[in-house]
């Protein structure tokens, strides 16, 4: 379980244009460090938290933002075949990603064992009409 926080929200379109203009910005002083940009490459994200760590501190330095507890954004997969239908852009894989900053902020966790890992709320649905459908 987890609490947001002072959240830097990704669904809110404010923030992306932020994030954009401070990934401009991170580029830039880059460029006049002669520093090379860090890559992404496959699964390591290392441009992209490099951004994400400029724009918290330039964020907090700035006094726009107390200390960043948490950042949410919406992974949507682009290839069309994980589309649930043709022309749709419900996808499966389509998720939530929360980046926790903060350890006070996760308020609890818990182990799910083999037995748990189906639902009451799976078998309830299975018997209705919506489910079968």
Not at 12 to 30: C, S, T
Not at 96 to 108: A, D, E, F, H, T
Request: hydrophobic content about 35%; aromatic content about 10%.
């Amino acid at each position: 379980m987890i609490r947001l926080g002072n959240c830097f929200d990704l669904l809110d379109e404010e923030n992306v244009r932020f994030l954009k203009e401070q990934h401009l910005a991170y580029v830039a002083a880059q460029n006049r460090l002669g520093e090379p940009l860090p890559q992404n490459v496959r699964t390591h994200r290392y441009l992209d938290r490099a951004v994400f760590e400029f724009t918290y501190a330039v964020a907090e330095s700035a006094g726009v933002s107390r200390t960043v507890d948490t950042c949410r954004a919406v992974y949507v997969p682009t290839d069309k075949k994980e589309r649930v239908w043709e022309g749709s852009w419900i996808s499966h894989g389509t998720h939530i990603q929360i980046c926790v900053r903060n350890p006070r902020c996760i308020l609890g966790t818990w182990l799910v064992t083999a037995k748990e890992e189906s639902s009451p709320l799976e078998s309830e649905l299975i018997d209705t009409p919506f489910a079968s459908e």
